[in-house]
Every structure is written in structure tokens, then in C-alpha cells.
């Protein structure tokens, strides 16, 4: 099902609505300042293996998080250096990937073989208004096959899932660039992917 909810001023009850499915262990597709992400609780064991699933991706590849505001980063991740969250400061809310230690409050099937998982805090009033409602982070991940080009559109990725997923949120057409990633877990920075990066924090690095 397809819902759509205003970009800048999400409905109230649109977004209760998604927070619902999510409460219930439901799977949606929703849009980011990036790309359309499919996601779940992060505490939805049964919702991120319909991920896996529907995505058709190798149980070794981690998800990231999408968190409300940069504040929750004192809960969901450990040993963040004052270097590493001056950064952030300049990233965050963006279209940024940071990869950091996870802290106990992050389910083990979540967490990489290095205990590191990948922090999204996005500008976009859906995301935000979600995760806020919510109470706690979603996974992010986007929302295409495993290896395929993702699209912006929400009702080509409906024709590719919709029979698969809770619900679908029209946000809008997304142009598609992906976030840029940075390891911020180790010392120098690296970055794992270049993304979108309208602030030239590559630059930086």
C-alpha cells in the first residue's frame, strides 16, 4: 500500500500510521534526503530478515541505522573522539553514512564483525518525524536488489515490492545519489563510499 505524505510537513497521521507497522514488526519503504530506504525496528529481528529477504542480500552484510538527531549518538554508539564528532557536527543532519563503535544498545545481528554500525541522521521531515514517533532508530538500507541501481520513483520500487513490504511512503521522486560513507570508527577517517557530499567533507579528510 502507498501512502502519501507531505515532504516538509509530514501528516500526523500518516506518520502514526508507519510507526504502527513498525511497532508491529512491519517492513516500509521510505524516503531519505537520499535514496528511498526500506527499513524496520532495529529491534525487529523478524522485520530484518524480510529485508534480507526481499533485498535478496548475504546475511554478512550489515544495515545501518537512521536516528532522529545527532544527540542519539551518545546511546547507540561508544568511543566517539572529539575529532570524529566535530565532524559529525558539519555532517549531520545529511546525506552521510558515519560508521562507528556500536554501543550494547544495538542488537548484535545489527553489528559488523568489528562491533561498528553505520549512523544515518537525515534532513528529511519524514525520516525525522518517524524515528521521533517511534522512539527508538530504524534500519536503513536502500530500497532496490542487492547489487541494482536504486530508483527514485516510489511506485517503480512498489511494482519491484509492494506485494513484499507493509507499506510504502510517496514522499516524492528522489533523485538517487547515495550517501557518502566515512569510517569515522578509525583514525585517519576513510571513506568506504562517495556519495552525495554537498558539504565537500571529503575535502576535510
Avoid at 528511498?36 to 546475511?59: E, H, N, P, Q, T
Avoid at 550489515?62 to 568511543?79: G, V
Avoid at 563503535?101 to 559488523?112: F, K, Y
Wanted: charged share 25%.
Amino acid at each position: 500500500m502507498i501512502i502519501q505524505v507531505h515532504p516538509e510537513t509530514p501528516q500526523i497521521d500518516r506518520i502514526s500510521r508507519a510507526v504502527e507497522v513498525l511497532a508491529d514488526d512491519g517492513v516500509i519503504v521510505y524516503p531519505t534526503d537520499t535514496i528511498y530506504g526500506i527499513g524496520c525496528s532495529i529491534y525487529s529481528k523478524k522485520g530484518i530478515d524480510r529485508i534480507r529477504r526481499i533485498k535478496g542480500r548475504d546475511a554478512t552484510k550489515h544495515f545501518s541505522i537512521l536516528c532522529a538527531d545527532l544527540k542519539d549518538l551518545s546511546k547507540y554508539a561508544r568511543n566517539v573522539s572529539n575529532s570524529a564528532y566535530k565532524l559529525m557536527r558539519k555532517m549531520l543532519p545529511g546525506p552521510y553514512t558515519v560508521v562507528l563503535q556500536a554501543s550494547r544498545e544495538i542488537p548484535r545481528l545489527m553489528q559488523s564483525r568489528k562491533k561498528t554500525i553505520g549512523i544515518r541522521v537525515t534532513e528529511n521531515a519524514i525520516c525525522q518525524s518517524i524515528v521521533e514517533e517511534l522512539g527508538h532508530p530504524i534500519v536503513t538500507t536502500s530500497a532496490n536488489p542487492s547489487g541494482e541501481v536504486p530508483v527514485g520513483n516510489p511506485y517503480l520500487i512498489d511494482d519491484w515490492c509492494g506485494s513484499l513490504v507493509d507499506l510504502i511512503i510517496d514522499g516524492g521522486e528522489l533523485d538517487s545519489v547515495p550517501s557518502t560513507v566515512i569510517d569515522l570508527s578509525v583514525s585517519p577517517p576513510v571513506v568506504l563510499r562517495e556519495g552525495d557530499d554537498p558539504f565537500h567533507i571529503l575535502e576535510l579528510l
